[in-house]
Structure formats: structure tokens, C-alpha cells
């Protein structure tokens, strides 16, 4: 018992004595009464974020040191009301310190409701029984949490984790709030119900370097972020493969020609090249190297295509996809003319461009002499993919392409045009792509291959910056230009990728095809 607490019953003893004796007790003596005295303390702690821990906000034991992932709560008002008795004195209200602490002092002995409070936590109250000369713990017998101190106002947090380099590779980290481990991981978490205030945030990553941690301030309501770039522990990043055709589980036929496109993308060095891309089937074995290998001779069944790609640190990184291979089938060629337009009307003279294709389930893609052109008028015009005439007599040609394959199979397409004096407005250009495929869905941060061409009927290819790639919700520009570049920070979501052209006249046109990016 404190000093004080002796003194106020030495007091009360000396006053009921007095009172007693001028009463004139009848019976000859006196009965002391003494009231008894008792402390209360405490420590309220709450969660430094509310989201994949079992511990809760709670009031603990005083003298107990400050548990995991828990934060002291100061100014929270502490209020002792007693039940079922009016003490001499009501005890007022106390506030916790910068330690969470709270602490009554000669508190009249009896059972009170303790009762705790502050802005933007879940009230919490509770029995207390105040013992006399005791210092009375907040806390049960067994030493456990009698209550949570819940917070009621939220925040959100984003926490991202990247490689960045070239590309932007996603690393799989654990992330810690206030220095603990949480259920969470990166590359995006979003964690939810964070209990407002500054909280300290960490992502840690196999092979990775520890980075400096972050604080952020969660306000009620709030939305905030933070990003972590990660370096690797010795030094070099390891490479990233990733196939972009064919397609995951596409089929092809025995004897068909198969083109297998990737890429290899090295913090480092850049986009690898070459032997430093290696393409096998479980099937087969070897089939080539490089970003771009073709094969017509894969076995019938169905082959594990791998891409084993290599930086010059010697670390790998693979991708895999599925390829079945039907028995052989055997179909014509298929023809197409790019240019000229059907329909088309050119003045005597005029350059025509004739642009065409052969491809052919066996061989592939045809080229010089499988390729005819022959007009109505003029007869045969010549061979191959590309070639142009000036003398066109005046009328109405029908032009054939004809394409033939190793077999003789032909496949043939016709365009109808005509040429006289009047001439012809300038023709707009034709824009294809051919990658990525329309209707396809990838996962956020995939390596994305973007290849498609144009041709101009007057001014033959377009190239270079003149060929523009645009998205409807990557909106800051264009997404990339050329004929083709590869790319993986799209946005989440549906696209609709337009490849863009102008012709030297200001003829536009456009090619789309629909894409979703997956979360």
C-alpha cells in the first residue's frame, strides 16, 4: 500500500472512532471501519493492420513487452464506473500513454466496469475487481486477452514487386506489415482493412536482395500503393522465356509447316538472340534455335514444345506449350491477293502494284514461280509475291493468282479492276496482323509479340514509324510502332489493338483484333 493510501485509513479509522464515541455506543465498544484501497493498470495494443493474423487488437498484461505485430494505442480514454456501490470518491478518467499504458491509483476496493475508447476503434469494456492493496492487472488469471480494441475505420494497400529492366518482370515476394510476416504475396497483393496510421512495409524474395523498407501513412477510407524493385543476390537477373506461337494446345497436321516464335529477355543484355534460344520436343528432341524456327517434319502425337533461353551468366529460364500433330492430311493451297483492291479503277499508265500470297498446309509459305498472276486482257503478267505493270491495256482485267504446291495442288483468288483514261482516286493502303491472334487471353506481365505489315498500292510497303500501334484503354500514346516489338506492362483487361496506317495521299486504314489481359 502506497503512503497516501496509509494515510486516507488512518484518517477514515480515526473519523468512525470519533463519530462512534460522541454517539455514546451503548455497548461498550467500537467497531473500526476502514475503506480499502487498490491501483488499476494496463496497456491497451491493436493490430498494425487487421488483415491474415490470428492476434487481435487487444488489453494486455502490464510489464508484458510488446507483442508481435501489435502497436501501442495512445490517448485512448479509460474510464472505472463502480457497480452496484457509490464510492467515496468516483474515480476519473485517465488516458494511455505514448506506451498504451493506463494506470488508476487508490481506486476504493469493489467491482467496477472498465470501459475504453477513441476515435475510429470499436469501444471496449469489461469487469474489473478492484482488490485492496493490490496493483490489479487488466488481464484473466491465464494470462490471454480478455478483449480486442477493434479499428473501425480502414484503409487499403497496394504492395507491387517488379525486376525492372527492359521489361518489368514480375517477382513472386512475401510482404510484411510492421515486421511481420503476412498471407500476402507480390508481385500485386492488394491487402485490405488496414487500421489507419504510419505502417513500415517489406517484400522480401528469394535470390533476391533485401530492399530498404517503406512507410506509409493508411488513412481511413485511403487507397495508397507502394512498389518494390528488386535486384537479384549475385548480381545478374535471370533471363525470361516466353513462346508466343504457336498457340498453347494449337493443332496442326503431319508434314505441315510449323512456325515457333519467342522471345528471351535479359535485364543485362537486353533481348536474346541466336543460339541463346533453344527450341526441343519432348517428342523429337532438338528443333532449332533463335526467335524465329520453322519445322515440317515434327512426329504425329502430341509435343511439349520447350524454350530454353540463356543469358551469359549461364542462367536459364524455359517456357513450355502443348502441339498436337494430326495425321497427315492433304489440302490445296490457299491464295490471296493483298493488292490491287478489287474493284479498283487505275488511268492508262498507271503503276499497279500486284501483291500476293501462298500458303500451304505441307510447304508452308510459297513463293516465286509457285506464284502466277494472269490478267483477262493481257494474259500472263509474271511470278511471284510482288511485282508491278505499267502498260495494262485499257478495259477490264480480271486478275488470277494462282499458286501451285509441291503436290501440283493449286489454290487460286481473282480481283477484278479496270484501266482507262479517267484514272482513279489514290487507293488506300492494306493493313493485316498478324500477332497477337484475335480472341486470345494471356496473364498480366506476359511477354507480348506484336507483328503485322502494310502495303500501299501506290507507295508499295509502309514501315518503320508508319506503322502505329494503338490500345483502346493503354490510351498514353502509342503502345508501339513498326512492324513488330514485343511488350508485357498492358493493362488488365479487354483490348482492342488497332495497327494504324497513312498512305502518302492521306488514305488511312486499319487491322484490330481483340485481346484480354488477365489479372
Known sequence: MTEQMKKRAALAVAIVAAALFAAGCGKGYMTPYQIQYGD?????????????LAARPALRAAGRAVPDGQVPVAGAQVTLTAKGFT??????????????????????????????IKDGMADIEFDVTVVADTTNVVNDAAGDDQMSMTPTDKGTLTVTSVADCQVSIPVEGDIYVGGLLTTYKTPVAVINDIAPGLREILVRADGYQVPAAKNVTITSGGQQSVDF?????GGNMKPLATISSPADGAE?????????????????????AGASLVWTSDLDGPIGTGNLVTSN???????VITLEVSDEEGLTDTDTITLVVNPAQSSA??????????????ATGAVVTFIGTGLDAQDGVLTGASLRWHSSEDGDLGTGTYLTKTNLSENEHVITLTVTDSDDEVGTATVTISVGEAGAENQPPVVAIASPVSGSSVASGTLLFFAGGAVDPEDGAITGAGLVWTSNID??????????????????????????????QGEEASDSVTIEITE
Open 40 to 52: 488499476v493498470e494496463g496497456y491497451i495494443y491493436a493490430d498494425s493492420y487487421n488483415s491474415g
Open 333 to 346: 493451297p490457299v491464295a490471296t491477293i493483298v493488292s490491287p483492291v478489287n474493284g479498283y479503277a487505275f
Open 475 to 504: 490510351t498514353d500514346g502509342p503502345i508501339g510502332t513498326g512492324a513488330y516489338f514485343t511488350k508485357n506492362n498492358l493493362t488488365p483487361g479487354l483490348h482492342t489493338i488497332t495497327l494504324s496506317v497513312e498512305d502518302s
Open 87 to 116: 464510492p467515496a470518491q468516483a474515480p476519473l478518467p485517465v488516458q494511455t500513454d505514448g506506451d498504451g499504458k493506463f494506470i488508476f491509483s487508490d481506486i476504493e476496493a469493489g467491482a467496477y466496469t472498465l470501459k475504453a
Open 229 to 233: 524493385t528488386l535486384v537479384p543476390s
Open 252 to 272: 496442326v497436321y503431319l508434314g505441315n509447316i510449323v512456325t515457333f516464335t519467342g522471345v528471351g529477355a535479359d535485364c543485362e543484355e537486353g533481348n536474346l
Open 297 to 303: 517434319n515434327l512426329s504425329e502425337g502430341t509435343h
